[in-house]
């Protein structure tokens, strides 16, 4: 398995940011290794991200839904997620972990874990009309996720396509208006969640959906408040609409409140592509791979979010849906080496 290469790499420091930042998110300590043939050699020449805080989600475990019989149980993930060496989680989609905060500080606390974020998914280029709908959801994922201790909530446009069945539901470009929607309903999102739940929002591009590609991300960001409206980075998906993300954070820096670390095979998403294959079907071909084996290379992602002088989350996401329930824990165990060897 290839290692990341244990080289000091200096990149001048940003400014601390002045939106809000988690400051009682202490890291885990580092762990001292000695090279063993399954653990990375870590020495005083590997980098030191020390403002990267690295967990998984439900999704690691191929989980996309609140239920469904391919997915593994929430205990099991629990379980798995802490032996595999995280201690952050994301609550994936609302319903599949506990609702009830007291059971799931319960849960979470005895594994020796904690939240991170909540996940929302909305529609909001399509205007006024949806807001009492979106905001019902938003409501139940904030309240628990602020009840979990979390300060951000990442929020995911709705797909044009539907993810299972790939069916088109709505064209694949927006209109002027629908982008002004677009922008104005999530700052609104924003500052409703803020003064009602203390959460930041994060929004996250995505294959499928109408923020996706560099252009549509930066036209996106052009057109919203810096002080509201700012983004969770999926590598991965980044990576799978052409996007370069070292570029995205060197250049919208102040802009990155969030990451999610995730690589594409780039010869499944080279035929992907070609075929215009919907994403749902992509990754049952498996075009999300685990690190090092895709791209983008995680270590100048990670030295370049270093850089920007701020804490950040850098969630492990392997879109899997389905796998097999005992495919997700190796995979975990080896990217929790890998992103140690990196110094995260």
Request: proline letters at 9%; glycine letters at 8%.
């Amino acid at each position: 398995m290839k290692r990341c290469p244990y080289i000091l790499l200096t990149v001048a420091p940003r400014t601390e940011l002045a939106r809000p930042r988690r400051t009682d998110a202490t890291p885990p300590a580092r762990d001292t290794y000695v090279q063993h043939s399954e653990e990375p050699f870590v020495t005083s020449a590997t980098p030191s991200l020390d403002r990267i805080r690295v967990g998984s989600a439900p999704d690691s475990w191929g989980v996309w839904f609140p239920e469904d019989p391919e997915q593994v149980p929430w205990r099991r993930f629990l379980d798995e997620v802490s032996e595999a060496g995280y201690e952050w989680i994301e609550l994936g989609p609302y319903g599949y972990l506990p609702t009830d905060p007291a059971r799931l500080t319960e849960e979470v606390g005895a594994r020796g874990l904690k939240v991170s974020a909540g996940t929302v998914f909305t529609s909001l280029h399509r205007g006024p009309d949806v807001w009492d709908a979106t905001w019902e959801h938003v409501g139940q994922v904030a309240a628990l996720t602020r009840a979990m201790g979390a300060d951000n909530l990442v929020v995911i446009p709705s797909f044009w396509r539907d993810d299972k069945t790939a069916e088109e539901i709505e064209p694949r470009e927006l209109t002027a208006e629908q982008w002004r929607h677009l922008a104005s309903g999530t700052e609104r999102l924003a500052r409703e969640v803020r003064e009602k739940y203390g959460l930041e929002i994060m929004v996250h591009p995505h294959a499928d959906t109408h923020i996706d590609t560099e252009e549509h991300v930066e036209r996106f960001l052009d057109a919203t408040d810096s002080d509201l409206v700012n983004l969770c980075l999926d590598t991965g998906h980044y990576a799978y609409c052409g996007g370069d993300s070292v570029k995205l954070i060197e250049t919208y820096g102040e802009r990155i409140g969030y990451l999610h670390l995730k690589q594409v095979d780039p010869t499944i998403l080279s035929d992907v592509v070609e075929k215009g294959t919907p994403f749902g079907p992509a990754v049952r071909q498996g075009v999300m791979c685990e690190p090092p084996l895709g791209v983008p290379a995680m270590e100048p992602v990670l030295t370049a979010a270093q850089g920007l002088g701020v804490d950040l989350f850098a969630i492990v996401e392997q879109d899997m849906y389905p796998c097999p329930p005992d495919q997700p824990l190796p995979i975990a165990q080896r990217t929790r080496r890998f992103l140690r060897g990196c110094g995260a």
